[in-house]
């Protein structure tokens, strides 16, 4: 009896499934390239209850006869290639044969379409379809085919008057319980949705898309003139504005790049998007070029805003890496890493010289207006040591004056007999509106806020428009009040009463970035998991501690840093910032000795 098994036809579709097939975005990916591939000017995408119940898109493309839209069905069949040559010549953004077959082995399809001034064996390079005026000002309808698929097996076809194509995929692995089970919440698989049709439409502004979620409107894009447009469609004038538009070619490649200015950067990754060929792609060496270029303009722990669209002969890159085609292999990495790094380098070089004008005419006047000043404060010497318990830091009294020396930034030294101590009052006044917060937030459930005279609208991207709609009760519980007025759109109502001077539209963009960046992987749960929303609302008060916080350009007097010395000594952890970073150090007397050889 032999050990080895062929393994059936409707199991290895499976299989294959789980490679192409990881969430409904995927299948939205896939569907929506099909749309690009056959010459569509305008893709509408449907979805209900997060891809789980429906995901359908529509298209105005060149479409298929019967023959054709049946056989697209079958495992490796496909319209793009014909042999292995024109697998180095991809200019598709499909070829693989392998998603179609796939998405109708996990879910129940319907198909309608209808080809149009095509013939049906050349699909290679699909014109784009002419538009056929109707009776009612639309596109005409033709005599099409209706084919519906479960789990894999053909249940019914039949003639249907349609144009172009629409797809409907239902119940998404309805006959994978497993695989349905390790699906997130809604609002995380809405999040990868919005980001795939994001990803799209950037690199294909001349194609309108339309993204509606159980009703509603989550983006509406008509076509573009050019990638800026497309931009500021997206993301909105105002990022737009803050991004450099550089290129160049060489007669091998060329790319376009839209580049944040440095004085603009990001706490995470979020607003970086590479393309090559019209197709979303990741790659860590590009990505490397890109801050190479950055290198020594901005802060290890910033990120650049960057979207790059590149263009190259199809066979100096490969896309047969991975069944998503989200992995590359370049012929010559170093040429396409020393090509994206010049043209970058050059792009950063010229916006840095105004600015370091601009912060050298800034550090001149800080220098006459602010230099080291000393304030008399009442406080007794003490002595700060590391392993100090919190009850013994900082004994404040009235009765003495005690020297504060400003070291300019947000650093104060205080002088006593056993050393020096360098507070850094911005970290020290985090960890105590953090622990306030919470310390609210445990006793009432929720944090006193301040109403709006005026609802503030606040546009946001797609993924933080979908991030924000997921965790509205967290951010309630601190005071951000709002609620979804639809078309990547908010109404916030109020905000927390300490931070009643606050730009709601900088917190709330920052609060998105952050819970997007940091908690990713936890929020698809934070519905499930007490312990996941603790977490959550942690960083949440760390994050708004910081909005609270002394600044760097407010100068504290002395009276305002006692307090906050006699603050922090109330803290259950007066010796770090909510993110971990000292509000003190001790510079020991025996320390400063040996620093003058003594």
């Known amino acids: 009896m032999p050990c080895i098994n062929v393994l059936p036809l409707n199991l290895r579709n499976k299989i294959a499934a789980g490679e192409v097939v990881e969430r409904p975005a995927s299948v939205v990916k896939e569907l929506i390239e099909n749309s690009i591939d056959s010459g569509a000017s305008r893709i509408e995408i449907d979805i209900s209850r997060a891809g789980r119940r429906l995901i359908k898109v529509s298209d ?12 697209a069905f079958e495992r490796y069949a496909t319209s793009k290639i014909k042999d292995e040559n024109d697998l180095l010549n991809i200019r598709t953004m499909g070829f693989r044969g392998e998603a179609l077959s796939s998405i109708a082995s996990v879910s129940k399809v319907r198909l309608i379409t209808a080809a149009r001034n095509m013939e049906p064996k050349d699909r290679s390079n699909p014109p784009i379809p002419p538009v056929v005026k109707g009776g009612g000002g639309g596109l005409l309808n033709q005599v099409g085919t209706c084919i519906e698929i479960i789990g894999g097996d053909v249940k019914e076809i039949k003639d249907c008057m349609t144009v172009g194509t629409t797809i409907e995929i239902k119940d998404l692995f309805f006959n994978m319980p497993a695989r349905r089970k390790f699906l997130k919440s809604d609002g995380t698989e809405n999040y990868h949705i919005v980001d795939t049709v994001t990803r799209e439409a950037l690199s294909h502004p001349l194609i309108g898309f339309v993204l509606r979620m159980d009703g509603d409107c ?3 894009l008509p076509a573009a003139a050019s990638y800026r447009e497309r931009i500021v469609q997206v993301f909105g004038k105002e990022f737009a504005d803050e991004l450099i538009e550089t290129g160049t070619e060489d007669g091998v490649m060329s790319v376009k790049a839209f580049l944040g200015k440095i004085t603009h950067l990001r706490n995470n990754r979020n607003n970086q998007f590479f393309f090559i060929n019209k197709r979303p792609v ?33 066979s100096n890159v490969d896309f047969n890496v991975h069944p998503t085609k989200r992995e590359v292999r370049f012929f010559d990495k170093n040429s396409i890493f020393n090509f994206i790094h010049r043209t970058m380098r050059s792009a950063v ?11 050298e005419i800034k550090r001149h006047g800080e220098s006459e207006d602010f230099n080291y ?15 100090a318990e919190p009850q013994e830091l900082y004994n404040i009294g009235h009765s003495e004056i005690m020297p504060f020396l400003y070291l300019g930034d947000t650093f104060v030294a205080i002088p006593d007999k056993n050393g020096l101590t360098i507070i850094d009052y911005h970290a020290a006044h985090e960890r105590i509106n953090y622990e306030r917060l919470l310390r609210r937030s445990a006793v009432s459930g929720q944090q006193s806020a301040v109403r709006l005279l005026f609802p503030q609208q606040v546009r946001l991207q797609g993924s933080e428009y979908g991030v924000i709609l997921d965790n509205l009760k967290v951010l309630s519980d601190f005071g951000v009040e709002a609620e979804d007025f639809g078309h990547g759109t908010i109404i916030v109502r109020s905000i927390p009463d300490f931070l009643k001077d606050a730009d709601v539209n900088s917190l709330v963009n920052d609060l998105a970035n952050f819970l997007i960046s940091d908690f990713k992987s936890q929020i698809s749960d934070a519905s499930e998991s007490i312990e996941t929303i603790d977490s959550i609302k942690k960083a949440l008060a760390a994050r708004l501690a910081c909005h609270s916080s002394i600044r760097g350009k407010e100068i504290p007097d002395g009276m305002r840093i006692a307090q906050l010395l006699k603050d922090l000594n109330t803290m259950e952890d007066p010796n770090h910032c909510p993110h971990g970073r000292p509000t003190k150090i001790l510079i020991s007397a025996n320390e400063l000795r040996k620093m003058f050889k003594k």
């Open 218 to 220: 989550a983006l509406e």
């Open 349 to 359: 070089s010229s916006q840095q010289s105004a600015v370091i004008a601009e912060m």
């Open 282 to 314: 990741k790659d860590q060496s590009i990505t490397y070029a890109v801050y190479k270029a950055y290198e020594g303009s901005i802060p290890k722990d910033k990120h650049p805003v960057f979207l790059l669209f590149m263009e190259m002969d199809p």
């Open 373 to 387: 000043s000393f304030t008399d404060s009442p406080i007794r010497p003490f002595t700060v040591s590391q392993v």
């Open 60 to 71: 105005d493309g060149a479409g298929m006869d019967r023959e054709d839209a049946l056989i």
